[in-house]
């Protein structure tokens, strides 16, 4: 019974976080089976918004910072111009130092290589999932590892001169 009644008080919370942040029922895709006490992503997104504007917790946002913070250890870095963007799913294209193409999921589950060629995506290939942009990379180029390893160097350098001074 207690249980019961935990259901459907997360149910009935899931309902007035969706109204409270003027999302139509329809169109938040919650869950339709009120056992599961799991509210979907975009869901917890709409109500960190709500709470804290500045933290929308979409994916094309990693997807971006990490492009910027990355740049210098790849030939060349960009977002999709054809494959569609949504929420929760963005792709972006990487040539390597070693002028190997990739075209990169970015999803909640993490980022994987789908494709060897620029906006493409090649449904034959099965790849792992990577936590981050920066592990992928470092299995996949050599280069880009050693890149990221000499950029450290110098700052670390850079750091050491000025406090010598």
């Known amino acids: 019974l207690q249980f019961s009644k935990a259901?459907?008080?997360n149910w009935n919370y899931?309902?007035?976080c969706t109204e409270s942040v003027g999302l139509e029922?329809?169109?938040s895709q919650v869950l339709e089976d009120p056992s599961s006490l799991l509210m979907d992503r975009r869901l917890l997104d709409a109500v960190k918004t709500a709470i804290d504007p500045d933290q929308t917790g979409d994916i094309r946002e990693e997807a971006t910072a990490t492009i910027k913070e990355i740049a210098f250890t790849v030939h060349q870095i960009t977002t999709t111009t054809t494959l569609s963007w949504t929420y929760d799913l963005c792709y972006?294209?990487?040539i390597t130092k070693e002028n190997n193409t990739y075209c990169?999921?970015?999803?909640i589950s993490g980022w994987r290589v789908v494709g060897y060629e620029k906006d493409k995506i090649d449904t034959t290939i099965t790849s792992d999932y990577y936590e981050t942009l920066y592990s992928l990379l470092d299995n996949y180029s050599?280069?880009?590892r050693e890149s990221f390893g000499q950029a450290v160097i110098a700052k670390l350098n850079q750091i050491k001169a000025t406090d010598s001074d």
Not at 104 to 107: A, G, H
């Open 14 to 16: 899931r309902e007035t």
């Open 142 to 144: 050599p280069l880009y």
């Open 104 to 107: 990169i999921e970015v999803s």
């Open 92 to 94: 972006v294209n990487v």
């Open 25 to 27: 029922k329809e169109s």
């Open 7 to 9: 259901i459907e008080a």
